[in-house]
């Protein structure tokens, strides 16, 4: 077992969740809540990876922070080498590859909350921002939970992204998923055999709880 | 009673003055225009159909809802003034709102739910200095259940915390859209009364949505009629329900003559009710304490006239009345009568002219025990 690509790939998915948690949220509450009518725009943009084959996400965003981009020319002159093929690239391309399962169901979940709920609160004086910590996140906890979830589950077993950004050093950027290509590469049916069994069983806990998470929704519907 | 109180101007209370347009995608415009001196404790009713544009007249008062033109104050106060770029924002008009179906926080407890809107170290504009949450919870009989979260509550209870939620930051202005319509009527009729004890307690005045006829009649001190997205009239609750403005606001009203009165006896199920200075006989159809003010309500079409007195019949009350005006509709008349307080009789022509009845003459308005309707005051 490659003990170190499975802690590289928890480490990527745990830092991926944590930035998508970050980002995710204002995000899907200004999907929710703009009037502005270029929303769907974004919408689609943030569903993209959802249907792109992860090379072409992958394609360009190795396009994008590499040295021929200004961002990667200016990364390249702040920290003293570039993003492709570092673990900090990889964290770059999981947010974005990662980024419709977490918005949508952040999303889906404050588009949930009762208008009226955001409405009285206003009413008693208490401001936009503080509503939305006050009422709308109380109330979206499933939602987030399933988000985290899903976004970590994701980033674990992601493939073609990694290999278009990161390749394939251990310790750096080799996840499991490339792990167990390379064993079955090598012939190490063995190895490729317990990792993917492992993964199997990992995604499938991870599921089963996000649904039986659900589940508690559709037997006792909010009010 | 002292019905005209709330409209004219006096020392306490604000105006609350309203002149708006706001077209919705569906085409439908609401053009709201109201003026009117909101009393502490008082209450203006908007009565309507449903789907006439009230809820939006009122959410528009709470900032909720933005007009596309117009101006919106609450004595010094400017709400909303497209012309000039001036809108405040929900947080800043300091109103409390309580919509139909309860609306509290789940994730919170009772307590938490009526605390809500308090901030710490509020502003000294407030009204309870000392505990509001207690005072109000107190005032609603709902102290026990403050551990409790919403959805261990009835629907009356949800209510009655939903309206102590309003009311502790200790609003300007409380804006109800028809609050007690889910409940069933003996809790109905229960908050009305409480509601009703609870703005006089705290002085606020309030803005109250229904299409109950009942409800405006028990609750409203003035009434602001709403038809087809406009305010058809406004006025005192018994001017308007007795002297529509219009067919539309008549149709709306319900075509009766309702006059202020006050129970003065009450014996062997028979009431007696004084309008004015003219003492009604009326049925007791639920039990009435002498003293309680109430609305009788007399449709037009139960009114018989008759010219000679001495005629026995079963009828209760036989008012002595002059004939004011006579007005053609159809086959029928309505005869306006002044029998001590104004009231309508519709007869047919035939009989009109039979009777040689024109305008002067004396005769005499009967009217059975049974169809006078009283609405108790709350």
Redesign the interface.
Known sequence: MDWIALWLSVRLAASTTLVLLAIGIPIAHWLVFSPRRWKVLVEAVVALPLVLPPTVLGFYVLMAIGPFSPVGRAYVRLVGHGLPFTFEGLLIASVLYSLPFAVQPFAAEFASV?R??I?????????RLATFW??VI??SVRGLVTGIVLSFAHTLGEFGVVLMVGGNLPGVTRTVSISIYDSVQSLDYAAASRTSLLLLIVSFVILVSTYSLQRTVWIKP?? | MDQAAPLAPGPDGSVLQMEVQQRFPSGFIVCASLDVRLRAGSMLVLFGPSGAGKTTILRQI???ERPDAGTIRFGEDVWCDTGARRWR???E?????V?Q?P?L???LTVRDNIR??V?PGSDPGVRHPSDPVAEIAGLLGITDLENRYP?ALSGGEAQRVALA??LT?GPRLL?LDEPFAALDAPTRVRLRRELRALLQATGTPAVLVTHDRTEALALGDAVAVVIGGRIRQVGPISDVFSRPADVDVAASLGIEAVLPARVVASANGMLDVRVENVVLHVAEREPLEPGSDVYACIRAEDVTLETDPAGKASTRNHLAARIVGIASEGPIDRIALDCGFPLDALITRRSREELQLKVGTQVTAAIKATSVHLVPRV
């Open positions: 009762d009226r709920l409405e009285a609160s206003w009413t008693l004086g208490v401001s006050r009422v109380p109330l909010r009010h | 709470a900032g909720l924002h929900p947080q008009r300091r109103v409390g709102i919509f179906e609306t926080f789940p994730h809500y809107g901030r959805r939620r309003a930051p804006l």
